[in-house]
């Protein structure tokens, strides 16, 4: 598992890092998590911390992909379905998740249900420039499915140390020594998924991360900036100098849907923060996000949401009047 390796970690990890960052998500997250997500670290910072409440504003995040490594855990509730790269797994109180560096994945959880889980972003720059091997390997670790002794006793220390993260920041105010905490906790995180859940990466998995990620980015940012036009299949086809058949293939292939439930996952993105956060009218968000008709609308809301957007914004808005 590369345990020898990583202790390359003690001796090269050299940077300072000044404080930890706490981000409370709102209204922005599901934006900032949508399609490739470019991030960026403050200072030498190699993770960044995001502890959020599960609301209106992050039940869906659509399929997307970044460079960075992700750790989601959750602290109370569940996560109804996080999608891995064609694989679905669910994730309930204390599971850990480590999502690898350009992995395609997704988030849903049950409408009816609250929560709250706490996410870690760290830097694949400082992971390269610090441990050289880290394109040939990549993370096995899902609480979830996991049932070796041996890795379920590691999972349980790593989850140990996520909690302390977690009272350590809280506790910042207080405590003048919490920057020097956490930075030694941000160590220790990456020294544990190092030293204990990083396999052997297959090279099929490295050819796709080369070949492919660039342009399936440029498709994603062009439906990203034009969801709101009509989209047909061969008007992307042409775009990008593909047949409608090859354009339907190659997504699916990599995106594990097709090309048209993608469009419609974007529009019900943006389509449900309207819901949540204005009182615009049903029929005004439907054509505001680029859906046909408000038909259309309730048939893709409806199969997410297992209501009608009307019927959705009264459970969760009851004294607010808004036409259709």
Known sequence: MYAEKSRIIRYSINKSIAFLTLHIAG????????????LTFDNDLPIKIILHPVDDTTRFIP??????????????????TIYIEGTSYTSREGDIVVINS???????????????????????EFLKNNF??????????????????????????????????????????????????????????????????AVEKSHAGAIKSQKHLSLLTEI?????????QQLPIALLAS???FTAEYL?????????????????AIRLENGHRDLVMTDHPVTQIAYDNGFPNVKSFNRVFKAMYAMTPDQYRKSKVPNLTRGL
């Open 220 to 228: 994603t940012d062009f439906i990203k900036v034009n969801y709101k």
């Open 63 to 80: 399929r997307h992909w970044h460079e960075s490594v992700e750790i989601s855990y959750v602290l109370t509730g569940s996560i109804e």
């Open 239 to 241: 775009q990008f100098g």
């Open 132 to 197: 050289p091997d880290m394109d040939r390997i990549r993370f096995q670790c899902i609480s979830s499915i996991e049932t070796d002794a041996q890795q379920l006793s590691r999972m349980a220390k790593l989850r140990e140390t996520l909690d302390t993260i977690i009272a350590v920041y809280r506790d910042r105010d207080r405590d003048p020594l919490a920057p020097i905490r956490m930075r030694g906790l941000s160590y220790e995180l990456i020294y544990m998924l190092l030293g204990d859940f």
């Open 102 to 124: 350009n992995d395609v994945h997704s988030f849903t959880v049950d409408p009816e249900e609250d929560g709250s889980a706490l996410t870690v972003i760290i830097s694949y």
């Open 27 to 38: 209204r922005e997250s599901v934006k900032d998590l949508m399609e490739y997500e470019f």
């Open 248 to 264: 339907c293939r190659f997504f699916r292939k990599q995106i594990g849907m097709t090309i048209l439930q993608y469009i419609h």
